[in-house]
């Protein structure tokens, strides 16, 4: 293999596990604060791209500047689903096993309304970027990933600078780390998780937007994105910021090398035999719990 491809290899890869990273840094995020995992991320993904689908062939609203009009509108979706479902289990015995069964439960309803209101049909968009590549230092680069991933890094230096910088992420981290002194403290924690978890939501449904352009939508797409997600968190370490991001990025370059090396349809089987042999090695994952926001 020539130097040239093991770079064109690596760049796609480093492109596609940033789309990743963006996929599970919600899921990571509201586990690390909330303690809670939720089973029906990748069904909220799905809402995002269905949501992006229909802007875009009704209004012809560009995939990316529809999350200006997603993110918002998944920010209230997220705290109504909070309030009315999420935190009358926090608190209560048997809360990890209650949210999981109700996230659970949550992601089936949202597949079998989707598969009733938009049948099972594949549907996918095509943009002025579909098709089409950058040449940059001699490497080929597909516009859509590259876009994708420069918006990637958009949102995960916002949310590191809201989390490391500002009074609200001093709250969230402090209420990450140790709930009761965050109270003693005078912070509001059912705000601070409402925010959190309306946060996950919206980042997911950022999430959608910049891969429908790049993967077809239909019910049950989320089911494959939602394992895709916890492989991501669980191999950087749950909870971790960081961690989501290192994570998204080894997969897609395993799922690169893979498809070249071997075939696309075995990438996935690579990146699941990678996460058994890192859980086995290191079961807390790659930065584990002393890397959480």
Same mark, same amino acid.
């Given at each position: 293999?020539?130097?040239?491809? #093991?770079l064109q290899?690596?760049?796609s890869?480093?492109?596609l596990? /940033?789309?990743?990273?963006l996929?599970?840094? /919600? ?8 303690k ?7 069904d909220?993904?799905m ?7 229909f802007l875009f062939?009704?209004? &012809? ?8 009009i997603?993110f918002? #509108?998944?920010?209230?979706l997220?705290?109504v689903?909070?309030?009315l479902?999420i &935190?009358p #289990? ?5 809360t990890e096993v209650n949210?999981?069964l @109700?996230s @659970?439960?949550l992601?089936y309803v949202? $597949?079998?309304l989707?598969l ?9 968009i095509?943009?002025?970027l579909?098709?089409?590549s950058? &040449?940059?230092?001699g *490497?080929?680069?597909?516009s859509t990933r590259?876009?994708a991933?420069?918006?990637c890094?958009?949102?995960a230096?916002l949310?590191y600078?809201?989390?490391m &910088?500002?009074?609200?992420?001093a709250?969230?981290?402090?209420v990450? $780390?140790?709930?009761?002194?965050a109270t *003693?403290?005078?912070i509001?924690?059912?705000?601070i ?5 309306a946060?996950g939501i919206?980042l997911v449904?950022? @999430?959608?937007c910049?891969?429908?352009p ?11 994105f939602?394992t #895709?997600?916890?492989?991501?968190v ?6 971790s910021?960081?961690g989501a ?16 090396m071997?075939s696309a349809?075995?990438a996935q089987?690579?990146s699941?035999?990678l996460?058994l042999?890192i859980?086995?090695?290191?079961p807390?994952?790659i930065?584990?719990?002393?890397a959480r926001v």
């Amino acid at each position: 293999m020539s130097m040239h491809i #093991l770079l064109q290899i690596i760049v796609s890869g480093i492109l596609l596990g /940033g789309i990743y990273a963006l996929i599970s840094i /919600g899921l990571n995020l509201i586990f690390g604060v909330i303690k809670i995992v939720n089973l029906a991320h990748g069904d909220f993904l799905m809402l995002g791209m269905y949501g992006t689908f229909f802007l875009f062939t009704l209004y &012809k609203v560009n995939p990316y500047l529809s999350t200006l009009i997603i993110f918002p #509108l998944f920010l209230v979706l997220g705290i109504v689903i909070f309030q009315l479902m999420i &935190k009358p #289990l926090l608190g209560k015995r048997e809360t990890e096993v209650n949210t999981i069964l @109700a996230s @659970a439960g949550l992601g089936y309803v949202l $597949q079998n309304l989707a598969l009733m209101m938009w049948k099972s049909d594949f549907r996918a968009i095509e943009t002025a970027l579909t098709g089409k590549s950058i &040449k940059i230092a001699g *490497l080929m680069l597909s516009s859509t990933r590259l876009w994708a991933f420069v918006i990637c890094v958009i949102v995960a230096l916002l949310l590191y600078y809201i989390l490391m &910088k500002t009074k609200l992420g001093a709250n969230i981290r402090a209420v990450s $780390q140790d709930t009761d002194a965050a109270t *003693l403290m005078g912070i509001n924690v059912n705000m601070i998780y409402t925010l959190t978890f309306a946060a996950g939501i919206g980042l997911v449904g950022i @999430a959608g937007c910049i891969i429908m352009p790049i993967f077809n939508v239909y019910p049950t797409v989320g089911t494959y994105f939602n394992t #895709l997600a916890f492989v991501i968190v669980v191999l950087g370490g749950l909870g971790s910021f960081t961690g989501a991001l290192v994570g998204g990025l080894i997969i897609g370059l395993v799922e690169t090398f893979a498809g070249v090396m071997a075939s696309a349809e075995l990438a996935q089987v690579f990146s699941l035999l990678l996460f058994l042999i890192i859980l086995f090695v290191k079961p807390e994952g790659i930065l584990g719990k002393a890397a959480r926001v």
